[in-house]
């Protein structure tokens, strides 16, 4: 009997196991439908599945976490790399799933899913046309053609090694090599044909494309790394090409590292470096001085008000936060995303 | 009798022990009891807790033994199926098969448990982790599991707990065997085996393969929709050998050679976020290991023993979907460690006895991703068992067990670890023990913390950790013997490293975080109705949290750290009878979060197995047959976020010898 009662608590113990219960899924807001917001890409951490899309609501300045799960139930996917809008549909691109989620831009409904293939890494995305986008693979040496209305992809451009930005400008998509940065070319592709029809000679490990207000593509050139010496770093550049010639025209030191360039209707380009957010304006080629100072990850040009968007990653596993400043740089708002707030994506009322 | 091997070969020593603990005898070499009984906590000489033989209820810490007899008896292909069951353990598995598998003790990661083989670090210098994906239960003769802090006795990495993975010995005449396997995930496995030898001489060899498609079903769920997937790309082929020879010449002198070799290709697929997702990755590794022990009865109350381990290790990691500086990742690996040991054992009295001992080690990295790296590791140690003679006639006995060690390192500098722990007799009939330990435990950064060539941080410290604990133990006869157990632990350890990063592509190591894990084990276990039958229940909560803040206003300070449940409990039962044996488990795991702010989860589940063997004969069985079933229920489950685990499967196993 007395050895009964020293096996009842041992017992009760075991009894209370399993009595830890799952937690609760916090309830996350789903978006009524606006005209203008801002959509933030939160890459979430490689492998963990945990990406997510915020929606930063310009009507009512209200901020939407989790929106793609929100509405549509299912997760977004691992490492959202980007976002682009075409028309009423927006196409985040996940990484590491090697897929393009399409949503409504209206109703942030799921509308359709772009699978990319196995073993491709989706990266940026950008538009020949209405239907055809072409999207850079970045652990290949090749863009993905996808048609956007069948959600398929139709097949592949050679380009060079590591593709990362993309832009469209005179008719030709202009794709720049990053090597993962032992690159040092951007690749020209005709939209007609479909094919790499030129390659040119930019500076070390080039990352992001954009185009001006006067067409003028921006290559940023994030300077390559040494790891036995750090003094051996080449400094971040942006080199200029005129897409009429495809010559490089101009180059604009930066220094440090930068990754990719936001650059506003009024030509004033806003640039990530290593310690500070540069102010380039596009229409001098010139580096005008520092917007702000501190590290940000991703930077973007609201289109109608200039506002500029500032990215913080913060440790890059909790969550990250967007910072709004006036294009004379006053401090408009700050607002928690989610983890490793990467892109933005800007929903004007042209869209409807 | 099976003879105990690394009892028997490395402590010649004769070990009184206290009185009080029914059933237990100190002879060398007797501390197993016979393992065709179903026994799963044999009771229980263990040389894990203390690096002596001791009787399990007398140590300072809690000890688990897994034995060759229960692990015959267990569905499942490694050894980490074996052990995962027991108190504290948490599992990460990455798949099905051979898939890369970890191990965790009390809610701290995999790099802070330390595993051992015949006593002899198997944690790797480079990364810090054990893969359980490597090791198979093949040449295993049972597993001791202490939990908690143990650097005072083995230096780097045993802050969570040790397991110490203890092999088989020749046994004496001449035998072989064989068996081969039969999935219904499509995998197969072959084995052979031989010994032969005398009281003096033995020699042991076997080998096995295991391989497998990896192409089991899964149920996706994209958050709406169920759709049953198959897994691609993880295929495995693993084959494992091992040599060994044991030699007792005249003269109180016994030694032993153990050789293994291991090869595993393994198909490395990644996470699977979408039904189109699955990668190409492939992971081939294969170590050598040579491991060897001397010991000599030098004289009365005085051994001296000698152990040597060197190590091989050849690693590449491929992936041709990846295009890395023009052309496909392809990073390699290689590794030479060797470690020398050498120890005395003395015994100055009946009441005062332990060990003392130096350890060296250098360690060799060469890799794609590392600049050439190689450590040189200078420990001394000191552990002693005092049996406190009490002035009055006192009902209960008392055991002090204090221990230090120094480890000094060639890249990180020196740590002292100390411990004191105790064992207090309270009851004698039936058996009722209280065990209480406190030291300090260390992790040693690794070489890739150090050395890679993308961000490593050669300014790490070690990162460092206090951790007490206190159970009682009760042993003693209901219908047979059962043992009931139950522990408070707690462990604080500060200079955590995470790696941060230092600009949008590369990160870099730091000391930053603080970590604590408090929790309860509970465990009991009864063997019944003359031996046939047997049940061990076990509980565990545990609250590991982070308790830092590594920046103003840091959202994952107070947060539980990622895939370490709160709360696990685990049944096995068994029951023989003539050549008949039918085991069963059921295993439930607690939701565990994902992200380091807490906002996502895996939710919790159950998994049952079950295994009917049928043996003719025993020791070894002239013919068996085992039939398994894998998560007989069919749940949906995953480990670690994204990658998937099997559903119900079924295997058979043909087993002969002579």
Redesign the interface.
């Known amino acids: 009997m007395?050895?009964?009662m020293?096996?009842l608590?041992?017992?009760a113990?075991?009894a209370?196991?399993?009595?830890?219960?799952?937690?609760v899924s916090?309830l996350v807001e789903v978006p009524v439908p606006s005209s203008r917001g801002v959509y933030v890409v939160d890459q979430g951490?490689f492998?963990?599945?945990?990406a997510s899309l915020s929606y930063y609501d310009l009507a009512t300045f209200h901020v939407y976490n989790d929106v793609f799960?929100a509405v549509?139930?299912?997760?977004l996917?691992?490492v959202a790399q980007s976002m682009a809008i075409r028309g009423a549909s927006g196409y985040i691109v996940?990484n590491?799933?090697?897929?393009i989620e399409v949503i409504d831009i209206g109703t942030n409904v799921n509308t359709g899913?772009i699978?990319?293939?196995?073993?491709?890494?989706p990266n940026v995305m950008a538009f020949a046309d209405d239907s055809v986008a072409l999207v850079t693979d970045l652990?290949?040496?090749s863009l993905i053609v996808v048609n956007v209305h069948t959600k398929r992809v139709t097949g592949s451009v050679a380009v060079g090694?590591?593709p990362a930005g993309i832009a469209i400008a005179g008719g030709k998509a202009y794709v720049a090599n990053s090597?993962?940065?032992?690159g040092n070319t951007v690749s020209v592709v005709s939209l007609g044909t479909l094919t790499t029809t030129r390659t040119i000679s930019v500076a070390d490990n080039p990352n992001g494309v954009e185009v001006t207000p006067s067409g003028k593509v921006y290559v940023v050139c994030t300077g390559a790394?040494d790891?036995?010496d750090p003094s051996k770093d080449t400094p971040a550049r942006i080199v200029v090409i005129d897409p009429a010639s495809d010559a490089v025209v101009d180059s604009i030191y930066i220094g440090g590292?930068a990754?990719d360039i936001a650059i506003g209707a009024d030509g004033i380009g806003y640039i990530a470096g290593?310690a500070a957010v540069y102010r380039v304006d596009t229409r001098a080629d010139v580096l005008t001085g520092t917007f702000r100072t501190g590290v940000y990850?991703a930077t973007g040009v609201e289109p109608s008000s200039g506002d500029v968007y500032l990215a913080d990653?913060?440790?890059?596993?909790?969550?990250g936060t967007v910072s709004v400043y006036a294009p004379d740089g006053e401090l408009r708002t700050t607002f928690g995303v989610g983890?490793i707030p990467g892109a933005f994506a800007f929903k004007t009322n042209s869209e409807f | 009798m099976r003879t105990f091997p690394l009892v028997a070969l490395l402590v010649p020593l004769s070990v009184p022990l206290a009185s009080g603990v029914s059933g237990t005898t100190g002879a060398p070499g007797e501390g197993i009891p016979d393992t065709a009984a179903p026994t799963y906590s044999v009771g229980e000489i263990v040389v894990t807790a203390t690096r002596r033989e001791i009787a399990a209820a007398l140590a300072p810490s809690a000890v688990t033994v897994v034995s060759r007899a229960a692990i015959d008896a267990m569905p499942g292909m490694l050894l980490a199926d074996d052990i995962s069951w027991t108190p504290g353990l948490s599992l990460r598995s990455y798949g099905s098969g051979a898939s890369v598998q970890t191990i965790s003790m009390r809610g701290m990661s995999p790099e802070h448990t330390l595993v051992l083989i015949d006593g002899q670090r198997y944690n790797s210098f480079e990364n810090g982790l054990a893969d359980f994906g490597m090791l198979t239960p093949a040449s295993v003769d049972h597993v001791e599991l202490l939990r908690g802090g143990s650097s005072a006795l083995y230096g780097a990495d045993a802050v969570g707990g040790v397991i110490n993975v203890i092999t088989r010995s020749p046994g004496t005449g001449l035998h072989g065997g064989g068996s081969v396997t039969e999935g219904t995930a499509h995998e197969g496995g072959a084995s052979l085996w031989m010994e032969g030898g005398s009281e003096d001489v033995g020699v042991r060899a076997s080998i096995s393969h295991d391989e497998g498609r990896g192409d089991y079903l899964f149920d996706f769920s994209d958050g709406n929709t169920v759709t049953t997937l198959r897994r691609s790309g993880e295929d495995y082929s693993v084959l494992t050998g091992d040599l060994r020879a044991d030699w007792k010449p005249a003269g109180g002198v016994k030694a032993y050679a153990d050789f293994s070799y291991d090869n595993a290709d393994r198909g490395s697929p990644g996470v699977v976020t979408d039904p189109g997702s699955q990668g190409t990755a492939r992971l081939w590794d294969r170590l050598e290991y040579l491991r060897t022990g001397i010991s000599w009865n030098a004289a009365p109350g005085l051994a001296l023993r000698l152990n040597a381990m060197g190590h091989y290790g050849f690693e590449h990691y491929d992936d041709p979907g990846q295009l890395l500086n023009g052309s496909t990742l392809h990073s390699i690996y290689t590794n030479r460690d060797y470690i020398l040991t050498p120890e005395a054992l003395f015994e100055v009295s009946p009441l005062l006895k332990g060990l003392a001992g130096v350890e060296y080690a250098q360690a060799s990295l060469k890799s794609s991703d590392t600049y050439d790296a190689l450590r040189v590791q200078q420990s001394a140690y000191l552990s002693t068992q005092h049996d406190v003679e009490l002035p009055w006639s006192a009902p209960f006995d008392v055991l002090f067990y204090p221990s230090i060690r120094y480890d000094r390192y060639s890249d990180t500098g020196g740590d002292v670890s100390p411990m004191l722990g105790m064992n207090v007799g309270i009851l004698r009939s039936p058996s009722l023990r209280l065990r209480a330990s406190y030291g300090k435990s260390f992790r040693a950064p690794v070489l890739n913390d150090l050395y890679w060539i993308e961000g490593g941080n050669p300014a790490l410290r070690p990162e460092r950790a206090l951790a007490f604990d206190c159970g009682l133990r009760a042993d003693f006869d209901i219908g047979g013997p059962f043992r009931a157990e139950i522990t408070w632990f707690s462990i604080r350890s500060t200079d955590r490293i995470v790696w941060l990063p230092v600009s949008g592509t590369f990160w870099s190591p730091r000391n930053i975080a603080a970590v604590r894990s408090e929790g309860w084990e509970a465990e009991t276990e009864w063997t019944g109705l003359g031996g046939a039958l047997h049940v061990a229940l076990n509980a565990t909560w545990t609250d590991v949290t982070k308790t830092s803040a590594d920046y103003a206003g840091d959202p994952t300070q107070g947060k539980r750290l990622i895939y370490e449940p709160p709360e696990t409990f685990n049944a096995v039962a068994d029951a023989g009878a003539g050549p008949v044996r039918l085991f069963f488990r059921h295993s439930w795991t607690a939701y565990r979060y994902t992200t380091e702010v807490n906002d996502r989860f895996l939710p919790s589940y159950s998994l049952e197995s079950f295994a009917l063997r049928y043996a003719l004969g025993e020791n070894p069985p002239r013919a068996a047959l085992k039939a398994e079933v894998g998560n007989l229920l069919n749940t949906t489950y995953q480990v670690v976020a994204l990658y998937p685990m099997p559903l119900r499967s079924f295997r058979l196993t043909l087993e002969a010898g002579l």
């Open positions: 007395r050895h009964s020293m096996v608590p041992l017992l113990a075991c209370l196991a399993g009595c830890v219960r799952d937690p916090a951490n492998g963990r599945g945990n799960t549509n139930g299912k997760q996917g691992d996940v590491n799933s090697a897929k899913t699978q990319t293939g196995a073993g491709t890494s652990y290949s040496g090694a590591n090597g993962f940065g032992s790394y790891f036995t590292h990754m290593s990850y990653a913060g440790d890059f596993v909790g969550p983890i």
